[in-house]
T-cell receptor, first 113, second 112 residues
Framework: DGGITQSPKYLFRKEGQNVTLSCEQN?????MYWYRQDPGQGLRLIYY???????QKGDIAEGYSVSREKKESFPLTVTSAQKNPTAFYLC????????????FGEGSRLTVL | GQNIDQPTEMTATEGAIVQINCTYQ??????LFWYQQHAGEAPTFLSY????GLEEKGRFSSFLSRSKGYSYLLLKELQMKDSASYLC?????????????FGAGTRLFVKA
């Protein structure tokens, strides 16, 4: 079945380490998104990509980096420059264009010790 | 700027009807979405409005007024499993394409 796969589901890291979260989709969607969610909060946009080899900063891009080398893949790196990285990270995709709902992965919960 | 407001929490009784309001101010508009999110899980899509009016889907209905920047989600015949957060989201154009902006969510508690 088509869908979005995020890994790992849970991740623990020490402060100061870079971490890469994987997001793979087989929905043939052009656009992919990374959101961050803190307890009791809504989703905040980190980065998004409309096509391969192109991506845009969202509202809270500082301390994060992404790449889009393949249509199916949009990995997110949480760098040591991110001041408060502990959060729930959600990857989503959508066909390119103005409309349509987002399809979400199951999320990755990152805890920095 | 971009802003989406919805109440933080609501409580309702099993079997009743509840209305969750959402107001938005965005630069451009390509549709309003409602998602349901249970604790620790990803959001799931509930409804989509791009034109003014009411969209009904089973026990859930969603209304949109673009001129007022206003939407509501109506849940009928509430069940305990409806206890969740409900996220209002707007899709809008951006310099790099289109993005979906979320409100902070409304946590709904359904009591027996």
């Amino acid at each position: 079945d088509g869908g979005i796969t995020q890994s790992p589901k849970y991740l623990f890291r020490k402060e100061g380490q870079n971490v890469t979260l994987s997001c793979e989709q087989n929905l043939n969607h052009d656009a992919m998104y990374w959101y961050r969610q803190d307890p009791g909060q809504g989703l905040r946009l980190i980065y998004y990509s409309q096509i391969v080899n192109d991506f845009q900063k969202g509202d809270i891009a500082e301390g994060y980096s992404v790449s889009r080398e393949k249509k199916e893949s949009f990995p997110l790196t949480v760098t040591s420059a991110q001041k408060n990285p502990t959060a729930f990270y959600l990857c989503a995709s959508i066909p390119r264009g103005p409309g349509g709902e987002l399809f979400f992965g199951e999320g990755s919960r990152l805890t920095v010790l | 700027g971009q802003n989406i407001d919805q109440p933080t929490e609501m409580t309702a009784t099993e079997g009743a009807i509840v209305q969750i309001n959402c107001t938005y101010q965005t630069s451009g508009f390509n549709g309003l979405f409602w998602y349901q999110q249970h604790a620790g899980e990803a959001p799931t899509f509930l409804s989509y409005n791009v034109l003014d009016g009411l969209e009904e889907k089973g026990r859930f209905s969603s209304f949109l007024s673009r001129s007022k920047g206003y939407s509501y989600l109506l849940l009928k015949e509430l069940q305990m499993k409806d206890s969740a957060s409900y996220l209002c989201a707007v899709r809008a154009p951006d310099t790099g394409g289109f993005k979906t902006i979320f409100g902070a969510g409304t946590r709904l508690f359904v009591k027996a």
